[in-house]
């Protein structure tokens, strides 16, 4: 059993607590751990095939556990969605073009654009709305003009 409070299964709580490679870590643990039973090896040839085997499969995790699986995967998604911006700024300061951003991506160039100024105007969005973490207008100035025109 976990000794992490109940609240502490929001992944608003987790977010502000963990890194992204703790959340990361802390949710492979508790997949793992999860997982355990699922993984056993089966020696049974004629069992591989039994699909129904997976109604008797139980958790191993308490239901704060699974809880607490349940919130990292949100946090860990967030904070993924957080690093693929920083990514892209960073490709685009490094002189890299919306093509080889896309393909990095795997997708076009014109939409990788659209999902970077997409959050842009969410970040401006939230930085009106009071959100301190969000980008303020001289670092959405210079994103903008880093993302330039969309690509054909």
Same mark, same amino acid.
């Given at each position: 059993?976990?000794?992490l409070?109940?609240?502490?299964?929001?992944?608003?709580?987790?977010?502000?607590?963990?890194?992204?490679?703790?959340?990361?870590?802390?949710?492979d643990?508790?997949?793992?751990?999860?997982?355990?039973?699922?993984?056993?090896?089966?020696d049974?040839?004629?069992?591989?095939?039994d699909?129904?085997?997976?109604k008797?499969?139980?958790?191993?995790?308490?239901?704060?556990?699974?809880?607490?699986?349940?919130?990292?995967?949100?946090?860990? /998604?967030?904070?993924? =969605?957080?690093?693929?911006?920083?990514?892209?700024? @960073? +490709?685009? !300061?490094? $002189?890299?073009d919306? *093509?080889?951003?896309?393909?990095?991506?795997?997708?076009?160039?014109?939409? /990788?654009?659209?999902? =970077?100024?997409?959050?842009l105007?969410?970040?401006? @969005? +939230?930085? !009106?709305? $009071?959100?301190p973490? *969000?980008?303020?207008?001289?670092?959405?100035?210079?994103?903008?003009?880093? /993302?330039?025109?969309?690509?054909?």
């Open positions: 059993m976990t000794t409070p109940e609240v502490a299964t929001t992944p608003e709580v987790l977010e502000s607590e963990f890194s992204l490679l703790t959340a990361v870590t802390r949710l643990f508790l997949s793992r751990r999860d997982n355990v039973v699922v993984d056993e090896p089966n049974s040839a004629d069992d591989d095939d699909w129904m085997r997976i008797d499969v139980t958790t191993t995790l308490d239901v704060e556990e699974a809880l607490e699986l349940l919130a990292l995967g949100e946090v860990v /998604a967030r904070k993924a =969605h957080e690093h693929r911006q920083l990514g892209i700024r @960073a +490709a685009l !300061r490094g $002189g890299a919306w *093509a080889q951003v896309g393909r990095a991506m795997s997708i076009s160039a014109r939409a /990788a654009w659209e999902r =970077h100024v997409s959050w105007n969410e970040q401006a @969005a +939230a930085r !009106r709305a $009071g959100d973490t *969000a980008l303020d207008e001289a670092e959405l100035a210079q994103a903008r003009e880093l /993302a330039g025109r969309r690509p054909a």
